[in-house]
């Protein structure tokens, strides 16, 4: 009896351990930093919802992502139109079905899109504040917040939230603030730390 009652005081302190390793890894930038940089690969699903006054419902896309470090991303969505981006090198294509053909889309918007990509490389290596435009702020609950600096930047997106997963290294949600009213929902699932991926995901179709 003596004996069953140590053991359950030891396994009380060791998940007490393991559960203040997995909350507290989020304090701090170092500790994300630290944590980020133990990761090397991502793959995940996820699911985007575009909020809207004026919609009944939002819009929901769904797809997934592959991420290789240091600037390495495929982000694809499959539902409900099929478009692929591919950043690797340097370099953005895009890539969007039409009536059945996967075909190359006019570069005119890569500049935007490519930014958008290097900013979710950046999020996923844990260097959130390292943009210029955005102050980053630590706040309750693994959750990061950015605000713009200036002016112009908030005519766009008001606030990002970045709410990190109870696994260290990992992103459970991404909601950008474009007004009062608008909002866009990034959730993560199925998501796999460091698994082996070829280069070739990141600059071919399909």
């Known amino acids: 009896m003596q004996k069953s009652r ?5 396994l009380c302190v060791l998940l007490l351990g393991t559960a203040y390793l997995c909350t507290g890894w989020a ?6 930093r630290n944590a980020a940089g133990k990761v090397t690969t991502v793959s995940a699903e996820f699911t985007q919802e575009k909020h809207m006054k004026i919609l009944f419902r939002p819009l929901v ?22 478009s692929i981006m591919l950043m690797h090198r340097g370099k953005t294509i895009r890539y969007i079905e039409e009536n059945g053909t996967i075909t ?3 570069g005119a918007n890569m ?5 958008m990509l290097q900013e979710i490389t950046r999020w996923i290596e844990g260097r959130f504040d390292e943009n210029r435009a955005f102050h980053a702020r630590l706040a309750h609950g693994r959750l990061i917040v950015l605000s713009p600096k200036e002016k112009n930047t908030a005519r ?15 992103i459970k949600s991404v909601t950008i603030y474009e007004g009062e009213n608008s909002f866009t929902r990034l959730e993560f699932t199925n998501v796999i730390l460091n698994p082996p991926l070829k280069g070739v995901l990141f600059n071919k179709i399909p």
């Open 111 to 115: 500049p935007f899109m490519q930014m």
């Open 61 to 82: 896309s769904k797809g997934v992502f592959h991420f290789r470090s240091p600037n390495s991303l495929r982000w694809e969505y499959r539902a409900p139109v099929k």
């Open 104 to 106: 190359e889309e006019d």
């Open 6 to 10: 140590i053991s359950h005081k030891y």
């Open 27 to 32: 304090d701090t930038w170092d500790g994300i």
């Open 156 to 170: 766009m997106i008001q606030q990002i939230e970045i709410r990190l997963s109870d696994r260290p290294g990992a």
